[in-house]
């Protein structure tokens, strides 16, 4: 009875620890959350805007645009990179994240994985910790789980970069991300995106079309399209990136 009591007694003291600790994550994450809400809508108009000029240039360029970031190719080779944080106690934030990751492989590269063709890229150790058990039959990169000690525009233009760099060599014919976007500290979405190749345009072209829109606009490049568009488009695909990462950062302290 006594050694009943004992472990009773140890048990309230652990949940009792645990409250503590969970206390105080909540306090901090308070903290970070205004700073990391602040750097995601500060960031969001202007990434989206980048994303709409992009969407407008390559929709209504006459003969497309040569370019290894926009190459659409047969998907046998597949590299998912999955944002989660490096710490729990936050609910379900970084399962939901994990789990979007999962969707997508089981409907759309099942074959892929079966071919021992996916990569799974790790931002965060928690998607680390996940993926090196549950697909230990796939290719784990773990280079990136600190990632979110140092989220410095470097650090996150490295890994955009080295993806853009694995597109281009041939290495993987489509490049997914799976992140939780941030909406307010209530609500969050976890959604795994198309990254590269940079996506055909010519869907929202018909679309606008369709309602009656004059998507035709009168661009004029200058030095000229090829040289613009080589340079504009690994910036927003560094912007896009660092974007899914600022609303992953803020969904963490707002889901804690």
Do not use: W
């Not at 805007?49 to 190719?73: C, D, T």
């Not at 998607?127 to 979110?148: A, G, H, Q």
Request: proline fraction near 2%; hydrophobic fraction near 40%.
């Amino acid at each position: 009875m006594s050694g009943a009591l004992k472990i009773v007694r140890e048990r309230i003291v652990s949940v009792k620890s645990t409250q503590q600790i969970t206390k105080a994550m909540k306090m901090v994450s308070a903290a970070k959350l205004k700073r990391a809400q602040d750097a995601i809508t500060q960031m969001r108009p202007y990434a989206d805007r980048l994303n709409k000029m992009l969407i407008n240039i390559l929709s209504n360029l006459e003969g497309g645009i040569n370019s290894p970031l926009v190459a659409e190719r047969d998907i046998q080779k597949v590299a998912i990179a999955v944002v989660t944080s490096s710490k729990g106690l936050a609910g379900a934030f970084n399962t939901n994240i994990i789990k979007a990751a999962v969707a997508k492989i089981n409907t759309d590269y099942a074959e892929v994985r079966a071919n021992g063709n996916l990569t799974i890229i790790c931002v965060g150790k928690k998607s680390y910790d996940y993926f090196r058990k549950e697909y230990s039959d796939c290719n784990i990169i773990d280079d990136y789980v600190d990632l979110f000690s140092n989220l410095d525009y470097k650090n996150l233009a490295k890994v955009s970069q080295m993806l853009m760099d694995e597109f281009a060599s041939g290495n993987y014919d489509r490049i997914d991300v799976s992140y939780s976007k941030f909406k307010n500290a209530a609500l969050q979405f976890a959604q795994c995106v198309q990254y590269l190749p940079v996506e055909n345009m010519e869907g929202t072209k018909a679309e606008d079309e369709a309602k009656g829109k004059n998507f035709k606009a009168d661009y004029i490049f200058e030095p000229g399209k090829e040289e613009l568009l080589n340079h504009l488009i690994p910036s927003i695909l560094q912007t896009t990136f660092q974007k899914y990462v600022y609303d992953t950062h803020a969904s963490e302290h707002g889901a804690r």
